[in-house]
């Protein structure tokens, strides 16, 4: 939600920017801004649109000092006035910002002086900075001075013309710091997050909530009111090239087809980390599983899983709606947070307020070092190398794996859960062969003309069922909607017509006799019956075959979804990897 990228060095800054707010796209795409500090003024350009789609992005000095930023709209409608950079009233300090600044209108009041050029809640910091500096701070103390002043989540980056330093701060929403390898000693980056930089250096300092960062010729931090603190670079162990397209025309089968590796890079785990958090599962008092979007879904299956393997109650809330809970919960209490990127906001506030409650937290993100992982007692990695698409396909598969993995340990049969899951991850290898997406791509052909369709499944598969919805929905905008194959006689068979695109989620289990006959119940009203089953039936109109995996059916259940979801995406000439409206890093309520 929202990229910004900050660069000093020997390079040409703008070029390093906008390189940088292409790798960072996914967090945004509405519009886009980038301000190089020359001499003696900031040069800006902005505009709405992606800059991917961009040839010409206009000319900059060639200064090593720049900041960027990748919109994803929240205060202001999408206009070139409302992207970032924003200025203030002189045009002499330049801030990008991701997040949102909750007391922005009672501190306009009080900058009455000032003249406003858009509707952002950004705006206010700029002119904040300006006013201190007028007031005789020097720059990086105005920076410190107007960031007390915000509520709410921010990460925020300045430059000024009368200063060669570029102060970053961030509160609530990520911010890595880069630091530049021995071939390219002082030069630095600031980003929300490392692939924007991965070309140049893999040595980050993950800032932490409250600290600010001065970047010069060297680099120094401190809190929000200038006591120095410690920060030390780490290196990460992404390549990249796992960032890159590598000859696939898009990040989403890219990341669809890096399945075949990213089961087993899962579950393959210290095996102390597992036994510590499937220990403190087994020890609590209650156990919430929480995610949004995908990632709530996956928490939906993890709680079918956790009730067949090792027959303990989990529940499961999607992260808005976890406040609401408050109630119910103790110290004895454990969530258990999954997210990709680890930066979702709603699961950070779920986390804040189970930490009131004296709650344990454990996460199961991607994103090492990011702000979910630092906020709990414990974590797994997923493991899966970075993911770009906007929607999330190989994180979900891994998180599948890792809630199976655990449920096992909990049941204490994990040398029985591995055996299973690394048989499942060779036969997900197996499955996604060329002959495979070829018939997932003649399927889309048929369906992409309907602008509506439905998918049932029961028990493991009905979560599996929302999943696939929400994948029909955002890549190729079609009205899908996932129930549980009973509901379906209780009002949605309504809808059915001659031909509409109706996918039953079919495994070898005790509800597959139920789910086929919902199936006729839907082929008898003219449905066209898509089975993603282990076996073919009379009933399917057209079959996806899965390999037959026992508990394990989520798993590749979903990967036809996500194709299907691709291909037709394909046929409707939307864009997979950018779907309108959404971020991947949803890091505003
Ligand atoms: C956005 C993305 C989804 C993702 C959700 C949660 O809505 O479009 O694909 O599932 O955020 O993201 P997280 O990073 O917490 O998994």
Redesign the pocket.
Known sequence: MCGIIGYVGNRNGSDVVINGLKKLEYRGYDSWGVAVKGNPSISIQKQVGKISDFKDVGSFPSDGIAIGHTRWATNGKVTKENSHPHTCCTGKIAVVHNGIIENYQELKKELVSHTFSSETDTEIISHLIEENMDSGLGFEDSVRAAITRLDGRFAVVAVCTSSDKVVAARKGSPLVIGVGDCAHEGEFFVASDIPAFLEYTNKVVFLEDGDVAIIHDGIRYSDFYGKRVERLPTEISWGVEQAELNGHEHYMIKEILEQKDTIRMAITQEEDRIMRVADMINRSFGTFFI??????KVGSIGSYLFSSIAGKHVNCVVGSEFPNYHDFLTDKTLIVC???????AD?LEAIEVAKKKGCKVVSIVNVMGSTMMRMSDDYIMCNSGPEKA???TK?TTAQIAILMKLAYACAGRLDEGNRFLSSVSTKVEIMLDDKYLENVQFLAKRIAGHESMYIIGRSHNYPVALEGAIKMQ?VPYIHAEGFAGGELKHGPIALIQNGTPCIALVANDDVKKDTIINALEIKSRGGFIIGIAPENNEVFDFWVPVPDVGLASPIVNIIPMQLLSYFTALERKCDPDKPRN?????TVK
């Open positions: 995610g949004c979007g995908t990632a709530g999954i997210s990709q990127s680890g930066e979702t699961t906007v929607c999330s994180v955002e959404l971020a991947k890093s949803v």
